[in-house]
Each structure stands twice: as structure tokens, then as C-alpha cells.
Nanobody
Framework: QVQLVESGGGLAQVGGSLRLSCAASPGTFSTYSLGWFRQPPGSEREFVAAMEWKADTTYYADSVKGRFTVSRDNAKTTMFLQMNSLKPEDTAVYFC??????????????WGNGTLVTVSS
């Protein structure tokens, strides 16, 4: 069982920045690829960014490329999502997810409970 706990959400201004954290159970990174998804108000959940369990490859949705960066701290078993140049359309609940083995955009094994990001002008 993998536990994922997101934090770092809140209110940001347009053009501002936030950093989200996803604290995972010890040992998660040796087996699971982790990713970020988001669910805007009234919309379906969508992919944002991910990192392979080997940490050698990252993936981004076109809508966040160049603005968001995914990284991780192996010692703390924590994944981060640095979000810069925020836009109102980035407003959503952001979820951390884990998938055993190589990354793919479907078939997540575990999900966190989410953290709300609101971007206001």
C-alpha cells in the first residue's frame, strides 16, 4: 500500500508561483512512477506532469510545458511540482498518483486526496 499526501495548494495571483509537494511512503520511488493530475471545477481530471521511477524521464501536458517543473527528493520520498507563470485556467484540485513500473497515463495504482490551487486575477 502506497500513501500519497499532497500539500502546498492555496491562492496565487496570475503570473505567480506555487510549489506543490507529494509525500510518498518510504521506498515508493524504487518501484513506482509518480505523476500529477488536476481537476478543474466542473471538468474531468487531466494529466499535468509525471516522472519515471528511474527519474530519467519526465512528461508534461502541453498546457503546462515551460511553466511547470516536476522533481523529487529521494531522501524525503517527496515529489514536487513547481508551478510558475500561473494562469486562471490552472485553477483546479491537484492530485498526486503512483503507477507501478514505467509511466503511462492510465491505470494509476494509488491516488492522494488532492490539494486545491486557485489562481486569481
Amino acid at each position: 500500500q502506497v500513501q500519497l499526501v499532497e500539500s502546498g495548494g492555496g491562492l496565487a495571483q496570475v503570473g505567480g508561483s506555487l510549489r506543490l509537494s507529494c509525500a510518498a511512503s518510504p521506498g515508493t520511488f524504487s518501484t513506482y512512477s509518480l505523476g500529477w493530475f488536476r481537476q478543474p471545477p466542473g471538468s474531468e481530471r487531466e494529466f499535468v506532469a509525471a516522472m519515471e521511477w528511474k527519474a530519467d524521464t519526465t512528461y508534461y501536458a502541453d498546457s503546462v510545458k515551460g511553466r511547470f517543473t516536476v522533481s523529487r527528493d529521494n531522501a524525503k520520498t517527496t515529489m514536487f511540482l513547481q508551478m510558475n507563470s500561473l494562469k486562471p485556467e490552472d485553477t483546479a484540485v491537484y492530485f498526486c498518483a503512483a503507477r507501478e513500473g514505467a509511466w503511462y497515463y492510465y491505470g494509476m495504482d494509488f491516488w492522494g486526496n488532492g490539494t486545491l490551487v486557485t489562481v486569481s486575477s
